[in-house]
């Protein structure tokens, strides 16, 4: 599986953005997809996670309420909404496919899509 991100952008604080994550191959129904971020200096971190039927989510603490992930089989597309964004926000999104479901951090991700960058200002 190969991935892709895109819907980065600069914003300001409150504004939204959706990201959108394209997937090569016919597997993609198969796999539990998620979102990670990497601030600047900082470590990845998870951020959201759907299951491969749609049918379950997973949120870190600091986006939930706020981010909303979504994905579309037909598409081989997974979709992180982005809403009231916050300055800490800041980040490079990866989009990840994997077998496992192991909240909170959801190690063991398989596959990595080169991230996009989310700036937001204040």
């Known amino acids: 599986v190969q991935l892709q991100a895109s819907g980065g952008g600069l914003v300001q604080a409150g504004d939204f953005l959706r990201l959108s994550c394209a997937a090569s191959?016919?597997?993609?129904?198969?796999?539990?997809m998620a979102w990670f971020r990497q601030a600047p200096g900082k470590e990845r971190v998870f951020v959201a996670a759907v299951k491969y039927s749609g049918g379950s989510m997973y949120y870190a603490d600091s986006v939930k309420g706020r981010f909303t992930i979504s994905r579309d089989n037909a598409k081989n597309t997974v979709y992180l909404q982005m809403n009231s964004l916050k300055p800490e926000d800041t980040a490079v999104y990866y989009c990840?496919?994997?077998?496992?479901?192991?909240?909170?951090?959801?190690?063991?991700?398989?596959?990595w899509g080169k991230g996009t960058l989310v700036t937001v200002s204040s």
């Open positions: 990840a496919a994997g077998n496992n479901w192991n909240p909170p951090y959801f190690g063991g991700m398989l596959y």
């Open positions: 191959g016919r597997t993609f129904s198969t796999y539990n």
